[in-house]
C-alpha cells in the first residue's frame, strides 16, 4: 500500500509503503483465500478509523491532530476486484459490479434501463451469503444477487459498489472513467 497524500516523489519509496501480504501461487486465491488474508489488514485498516492516530504535535498543528485512515478504491484486475470486493464473477449471470444487468441484457447500452446496486443491498445479501448454513444456500444468494461475503465489508465506511474501480471494458471501451470518477465519486 502507499499513502496517497505524499507527494509523488515520496509515496513510492520503500520506507513509505506498507506491504498488505503475498497470496502464493502458483494459482489464483479461492474466495476464502482472499478473505484469510485481507483479514489482518482489515484489523489495522479498523484501528486506523476508528479510533483513528493522534499525532502529538506536526509541522500545520502544534497541540496534536487526530488522523483517520481508509482505503478507497480497491484496484485490481476484474477476478480479483470481484472477489476482494464480494461480487459474483464475470461469468455470472448478474456479472456487473455497479448494477444488476443480466447477462441476457448484456447489449442494453442505455444505464437509465440498468437497476443499479446499493451498499446496503450488497451488505444484506453479503451476509446472508457469510451467514449460510449450507454451500448451496451460499450458491443460491450469488446467482439471484451476484453478492459474495467480503471482509472489506467489516470497515464501517466501505460501499463495494462506488469504491471497486471500473474494469476496462467500462472504462475505455464505453468511455465511462469520467462519468465514475465526476459522477459517481463526486
Known sequence: MACLNLPVDLRYQPENMYLVGIMPGPNKPSLSQINHGLAPLIDDLLLGWNPGFFFTRTY???????CRLAVIPLVCDIMGARQAGGFAGPTNTIFCSYCFL??????????????MRSCAEHRQF?????????????????????????ELLRLPY?????????DSMHADFLLKLHHHIRDIWG
Open 158 to 166: 466501505w460501499n463495494p459498489v462506488l469504491f471497486t474501480v471500473l
Open 60 to 66: 500545520l498543528y502544534s497541540s496534536g491532530r487526530l
Open 102 to 115: 443480466t447477462r441476457d441484457r448484456i447489449e442494453e447500452f442505455e444505464p437509465t434501463d440498468w437497476s
Open 126 to 150: 453479503a451476509e446472508k451469503w457469510r451467514d449460510a448454513q449450507t454451500v448451496e444456500e451460499q450458491k443460491n444468494i450469488v446467482d439471484c444477487h451476484g453478492v459474495r461475503y467480503s
